[in-house]
Structures are given as C-alpha cells and as structure tokens.
C-alpha cells in the first residue's frame, strides 16, 4: 500500500522572550506539532527547506526592483 503525504509550511524563526530562553524552543515547537498531527494518525517524515525566488512585477521591474529569494520549511507527515 502507497503512502499518503501531508505537507506543513512551518515558520522559519519562532518568537521566544529573552527570560524564556533555555535553548530547547525549536525542538519543542516541533514536537507539538508533531505529536498533534500523530494524534490524528500521521508519522513524522521529515523536514524540507525550499528556497523561493518571488519575481518583481512589472512596476517595480520598472524601478529597478530585483527578485527576492525566501527560504521557507517544510515538515512531511506520511501515513498508509
């Protein structure tokens, strides 16, 4: 049997304030996510980063406007 796959776009920094900070917050946002997402059956895969390039549109290519590249993270969830 095939698997079936879930992307989740997931945002690149967290926010934590300063007198929170021990060091573990990434880790920990990650496994909340993954554990709620395993409640509901899906299996932690793996995680991506995609690098995007967003094109200026024809107003700002008149002004000399160049593209702009993004990094963006992906988790993949998978289950059967």
Known sequence: MAFEYRM???PPNIAVRAREHRGKEAAAYLGRGVNEYARHGWEFY???????????????????????????YVVTFRRR
């Open 8 to 10: 989740v776009q997931v």
């Open 46 to 72: 793996r995680v991506d980063s995609i690098g995007v390039n967003v094109q200026p549109g024809c107003f700002d290519a008149l002004f000399g406007r160049k593209a702009q590249s993004a990094t963006y």
